[in-house]
């Protein structure tokens, strides 16, 4: 036997033999997710967690309610214990974020947090001119938010803080510029002073599905928006928004008066299988979209309104409220399609049609 050839079929085998062995072993404990807890001794608060915590680690809130603001900007995952048992709560006084607002959890810096499993809640204490309370979750910066089991209530200032932009639940993006995403389910977003949940911008996307967003019955509120950017909205219940005193020029006339919905949406937004009850309109159309499978009941104004664009909505159920579909053109003729919608039990018109500046309002039908 040559005695080279030997020696390199050892070496050849050795080899094989580490690679394979490499191949199978585990990856090192450094490469793993680790699991923080809160609060402990090295961990006494959310924030400390989430500093000392490595991209992909998960963070494990134990019962108790944690007063402190929370900045995330890499990729971590949160779970509670539990909705009813585990509160990040406004702290007396909140730092101004980058964007200028005042958010209880602020995700930023492109980061994908997953958060379950807890609430974030107010109230917070300021004023419109010394740090209201801007938001309960803010996404921005090309950040990504996935929120399911949880809790957001009691958006508002003590007193009230109506200001601008200010207490919406859950604020997505910005406008006319900057981006950000979410993935919002099995939720509830509750006694919020400005918006349940708002979506900014051209460059935003969120998917909500089966959630439970109810406005105040005293102020005046919008649970869902979608301001230019895209999404969809599926299985939510969404109730008790309009516009109220002592806001001005509150009323039924879309031209000169203003109103508020249960869901605001526009262009790019798919609204399918969600229940609308009590809000001023059911759901607020603008642009070109789709509504289908939806279920509006005694909204005060109207259950549809489809405003400048092109609009179909299939086999939705108006039922009760002041009217049924308005279809309105202030800006462009505008055309809704009303493929086997039900209205019943409404006190004023089924459907009407609202033309202002030389702008058609056309509606078409089919049982």
């Known amino acids: 036997m040559n005695p080279l050839r030997t020696r390199c079929a050892v070496a050849l085998g050795t080899l094989l033999a580490s690679v394979a062995i490499g191949s199978l072993a585990p990856p090192s404990a450094a490469s793993q997710p680790r699991e923080l807890v809160v609060p402990s001794a090295a961990y006494p608060t959310v ?26 900007g890499k990729d971590l995952t949160i779970t509670g214990a539990g909705a009813g048992k585990t509160t990040i709560l406004a702290p007396e006084h909140l730092v101004t974020g980058s964007d200028g607002l005042n958010s209880i959890v602020s995700l930023g810096n492109a980061a994908s947090v997953t958060i379950s499993r807890l609430a ?35 958006i508002k200032d003590t007193p009230m803080a109506p200001c601008f932009r200010s207490a919406n639940s859950i604020l997505i993006g910005d406008f006319p510029t900057g981006a950000g995403s979410a993935t919002i389910q099995d939720s509830e977003i509750t006694d919020y002073q400005g918006s349940g949940v708002v979506v900014l911008g051209a460059d935003s996307r969120a998917t909500l599905l089966r959630n439970v967003v109810t406005g105040q019955k005293t102020i005046s509120t919008d649970g869902i928006e979608f301001v230019e950017a895209t999404g969809r909205v599926e299985k939510n219940t969404v109730s008790d928004n309009a516009c109220r005193e002592p806001d001005p020029e509150c009323g039924p006339d879309f031209f000169t008066e203003f109103q ?27 642009g070109t979209m789709e509504t289908g499978h939806n279920t509006l009941v005694d909204n005060t104004y109207f259950g549809l309104a489809l405003q400048d664009g092109t609009f179909t909505a299939v086999r ?24 086997q919608v039900r209205i019943t039990k409404v006190s004023g018109d089924r459907i009407r049609k609202f033309e202002c500046c030389g702008f058609t309002a056309t509606v078409t039908t089919r049982r």
């Open 47 to 72: 924030q400390s967690a989430v500093d000392a915590a490595h991209p992909r680690d998960r963070i494990a809130l134990r019962p108790g309610v944690y007063r402190e603001q929370v900045v995330i």
């Open 120 to 154: 974030v809640s107010g109230p917070g204490s300021g004023t419109c001119d010394a740090g209201a309370l801007g938001a309960g979750i803010r996404v921005l910066g090309g950040a990504h938010l996935e929120l399911s089991h949880a809790a957001v209530s009691h």
């Open 316 to 339: 939705d159920t108006v039922r009760g409220g002041g009217g049924g579909v308005a279809v309105i053109a202030s800006a462009v003729d505008t055309t809704a399609r009303l493929d």
């Open 260 to 286: 508020h919905a249960g869901i605001l949406a526009n262009t790019g937004v798919v609204v399918t299988k969600n229940r609308l009850v009590g809000n001023q309109l059911g759901i607020y159309g603008f």
